[in-house]
């Protein structure tokens, strides 16, 4: 199994993993004791995970120890992680080694191949040389032979209904995954799950929380403005706020822009309209 990390690479618009060149900024997943039992592995491993969830984590670096922690608990040689992007199309996060890493950056250029099955089909996809398998996946199952890659294993990363990525499981032996490989990875592709499903809580709350505070902000500007309207012209704060609206339309921006204007003074304030003779 070839875990020794590649020197660095250039950047891919895919390719949003961690270089595996480099150790992640949290350091190395704990490193299993030669004497414990896989069981034992498995709960550490399951420990360090959930302990890094709680905390403010990197999830690059979480992503990265997941597919480490498959390396040491699964007869696999490989692991990457891929997630959906906004736009539903799958970008690379975490991969084992730079080998690793490139196979999967072809598989999605090529559009084709166990993975992108898995994600679009919500169901567990694998390739074990000699096959069958899918013909258009050729492209791939022919470049993972040369890498010495004979079977993969993509397991989708689902929330209910929804697949949000997809774990991949490469390895040298040309055999599926026995059961209790199955279920390991099923639990770590469950715990990848909960990652992205928190990071992107997070994105949405910190863009819930800046529309919000523009909110406020722009309704200060504005109870501002209409006072400073009010007290040239002499009229109420609601007929200053009629005016400011006007002026708006007149000018076509937004409200809260030209209050922000007319409150820093960047703008003079509107002049009383002159009667008609």
Not at 9 to 33: L, W
């Amino acid at each position: 199994m070839d875990a020794t990390p590649a020197p660095p690479h250039q950047p891919d618009p895919r390719d949003h993993a961690n270089s595996p060149a480099a150790e992640p900024a949290g350091g190395e997943a704990r490193p299993p004791v030669a004497s414990s039992s896989r069981e034992e592995r498995a709960l550490a491993a399951l420990v360090d995970l959930a302990d890094t969830l709680i905390t403010d984590y990197d999830l690059a670096d979480l992503l990265y120890r997941v597919t480490r922690h498959c390396l040491d608990l699964l007869q696999v040689d490989g692991a990457g992680v891929m997630y959906a992007a906004p736009d539903q199309s799958l970008r690379l996060l975490a991969s084992s080694t730079e080998q690793i890493r490139m196979l999967e950056l072809f598989e999605l250029d090529a559009e084709t191949g166990p993975c992108l099955t898995a994600y679009h089909t919500g169901q567990v996809t694998q390739y074990v040389q000699p096959g069958p398998y899918d013909p258009t996946w050729e492209p791939l199952v022919t470049r993972a032979g040369q890498a010495g890659y004979r079977a993969v294993y993509a397991v989708p990363m689902n929330l209910r209904e929804h697949t949000v990525g997809v774990l991949n499981l490469f390895t040298r032996a040309a055999q599926e995954l026995n059961a209790p490989d199955q279920g390991l990875a099923r639990a770590l592709a469950d715990i990848a799950t909960i990652a992205l499903l928190q990071q992107r809580a997070m994105d949405q709350q910190a863009i819930l929380n800046h529309q919000l505070q523009t909110a406020l902000d722009s309704r200060v500007y504005i109870e501002q403005a209409k006072g400073i309207i009010a007290t040239r012209q002499g009229i109420t704060t609601d007929a200053a706020f009629q005016v400011l609206r006007k002026r708006a339309r007149s000018t076509n921006r937004k409200l809260a822009d030209i209050a922000r204007a007319i409150a820093t003074d960047t703008v003079p304030p509107p002049t009383p309209e002159r009667p008609e003779p």
